[in-house]
C-alpha cells in the first residue's frame, strides 16, 4: 500500500522569504510523485511531477522539488514567495500501475506581508 | 480547450436523500476520477471510469455509485446521505488514465448535508 505524509500542516512564511513543504511517501513499489495547489473555492492544480530522471524537478509558478529516494522525500521549495502563493498544497503519489492518487493531507501555506 | 466543470457547484440535502453531481471532462479525456475531500479525512479517491467502465475503486460504501457515459462525461450517485458525507468532491480527467499522465481537476461540487 502507499501512503504520503506531509509532515506540516501549517506554514506561516513572510513575502519574499524562502519556504519547504515536506513530503515523504512510503510505497513497496515505484511511484510518480506529484505536488498539486489549491486555492479557495477552487480545484486541484498541478505545480510539478517526477515521473523518472532528474531528481530536481522545476514547475509552475517558480516551485522546485527534489525528489530523494533513500529517504522517500519530495520536499518542495520556493526561494521566494509571493502573497499569491497563500493556498493549500497536496503531495500525492501514484504506481506506475495504478490509476488512483494517494493525497498527503495537505500543508496550509500562508504568506505574511 | 474548455478545462473539467462540474455541476452543480454547491447542493445543500438532508439526510436519507439521495445526490447526483455531474462532471464533463475535458474534451477527449476519456478517463474521469472522482475524489472525496473533507477536513477530517483530507482527499478520498472514490473511483475512476475510462469508456464507460469503472475501471478502480476506492473504499467507501456501496451508497457511493457512479457512471460514465459515451461521451465521457460521469455522473456520481449518493444515496441514503449521511451528515459525514458533507464535502467537497472533486472530479479529475486525463487523457488515458495512466499513472504518469497529468489528471486535470474540476472546481467541485460542495454538498452540505443536513
Known amino acids: 500500500a502507499q501512503s504520503v505524509t506531509q509532515l506540516d500542516s501549517q506554514v506561516p512564511v513572510f513575502e519574499e522569504a524562502p519556504v519547504e513543504l515536506r513530503c515523504n511517501y512510503s510505497?513497496?513499489?515505484?511511484?510518480?510523485l506529484f505536488w498539486y495547489v489549491q486555492y479557495p473555492n477552487q480545484g486541484l492544480q498541478l505545480l510539478l511531477k517526477?515521473?523518472?530522471?532528474?531528481?530536481l524537478v522545476k514547475g509552475i509558478n517558480g516551485f522546485e522539488a527534489e525528489f530523494n529516494k533513500s529517504q522517500t522525500s519530495f520536499h518542495l521549495r520556493k526561494p521566494s514567495v509571493h502573497i499569491s502563493d497563500t493556498a493549500e498544497y497536496f503531495c500525492?503519489?501514484?504506481?506506475?500501475?495504478?490509476?488512483?492518487?494517494?493525497f498527503g493531507t495537505g500543508t496550509s501555506l500562508t504568506v505574511i506581508p | 480547450k474548455a478545462g473539467v466543470t462540474q455541476t452543480p457547484r454547491y447542493l445543500i440535502k438532508t439526510r436519507g436523500q439521495q445526490v447526483t453531481l455531474s462532471c464533463s471532462p475535458i474534451?477527449?479525456?476519456?478517463?474521469v476520477s472522482w475524489y472525496q475531500q473533507t477536513p477530517g479525512q483530507g482527499l478520498q479517491f472514490l473511483f475512476e471510469?475510462?469508456?464507460?467502465?469503472?475501471?478502480n475503486k476506492g473504499n467507501f460504501p456501496g451508497r457511493f455509485s457512479g457512471r460514465q457515459f459515451s461521451n465521457s462525461r460521469s455522473e456520481m450517485n449518493v444515496s441514503t446521505l449521511e451528515l459525514g458525507d458533507s464535502a467537497l468532491y472533486l472530479c479529475?480527467?486525463?487523457?488515458?488514465?495512466?499513472?504518469?499522465?497529468?489528471?486535470?481537476f474540476g472546481p467541485g461540487t460542495r454538498l452540505t448535508v443536513l
Open positions: 479529475a480527467s486525463s487523457s488515458d488514465g495512466r499513472a504518469y499522465n497529468e489528471q486535470f
Open positions: 510505497s513497496s513499489v515505484s511511484v510518480y
Open positions: 517526477y515521473l523518472s530522471g532528474s531528481t
Open positions: 500525492a503519489v501514484r504506481t506506475n500501475t495504478g490509476n488512483q492518487f494517494y
Open positions: 474534451s477527449g479525456h476519456r478517463s
Open positions: 471510469y475510462f469508456s464507460e467502465t469503472q475501471r
